[in-house]
């Protein structure tokens, strides 16, 4: 069975653009989650979908967006980059939101 | 909200020697657990978790942790570290909708 795939893997825009990312979970899993990786904060939650619902949501400013579409792939947005929104950003996905997560490999994301 | 705490940023071994990476969570209700693993510019990979069936939890490439409920850890070990086991390891306790990850350590492992 395939893993979760994002794409692109990396991508280089400019301060005040603004940037989609897209993920594809395992085939059957509903759920998908983001996390944010930087060396300085670490890996932190972004949001949660399910059934394309966002269910949860972290401590991230409203630049942040994504959804959930039927077929369970996901995508984030982030508006208006700055330069601290440079980083590896993860996507996983799980049965449902309670079960295991696995991860994709990450979009690296670098904002001049 | 349950969180876990790394000891050690950096753990150095020799090739052969006994890894143990350590991990403190932080709950009054024993949570899910769980430990993975990044390899440089790679994802995060699952190493093993703890859902309460057992103490003593086996993963992949050798690893296992033990979840002490009396000392609050979820310590990793491995016997005998390998070349290929050099990367970055991250313990991660479930809060009911996200992972709550460590800061990680970094394992380095010398011939």
């Known amino acids: 069975k395939a893993g979760v795939t994002q794409t692109p893997r990396y991508l280089i825009k400019t301060r005040g653009q603004q940037v989609t990312l897209s993920c594809s979970p395992i085939?059957?899993?509903?759920?998908v989650s983001w996390y944010q990786q930087t060396p300085g904060q670490g890996l932190q939650f972004l949001f949660e979908y399910f059934s394309e619902t966002q269910r949860n949501k972290g401590n991230f400013p409203g630049r942040f967006s994504g959804r959930q579409f039927s077929n369970s792939r996901s995508e984030m947005n982030v508006s208006t980059l700055e330069l601290g929104d440079s980083a590896l950003y993860l996507c996983?996905?799980?049965?449902?939101?309670?079960?295991?997560?696995?991860f994709g490999p990450g979009t690296r994301l670098t904002v001049l | 909200a349950q969180s876990v705490t790394q000891l050690g940023s950096h753990v150095s071994v020799s090739e052969g020697a006994l890894v143990l990476l350590r991990c403190n969570y932080s709950s009054s209700v024993p949570p899910y657990l769980f430990w993975y693993v990044q390899y440089p510019n790679q994802g995060l990979q699952l190493l093993l978790k703890y859902t309460s069936a057992a103490t003593l939890v086996k993963g992949i490439n050798g690893f296992e942790a033990e979840f002490k409920k009396s000392e609050t850890s979820f310590h990793l070990t491995k016997p005998s570290a390998h070349m290929s086991d050099a990367a970055e390891y991250f313990c991660?306790?479930?809060?009911?909708?996200?992972?709550?990850f460590g800061k990680g350590t970094s394992l380095l492992v010398t011939p």
């Open positions: 996983a996905s799980s049965l449902t939101p309670t079960d295991t997560q696995y």
């Open positions: 991660a306790a479930f809060s009911g909708y996200a992972l709550n």
């Open positions: 085939s059957g899993h509903r759920s």
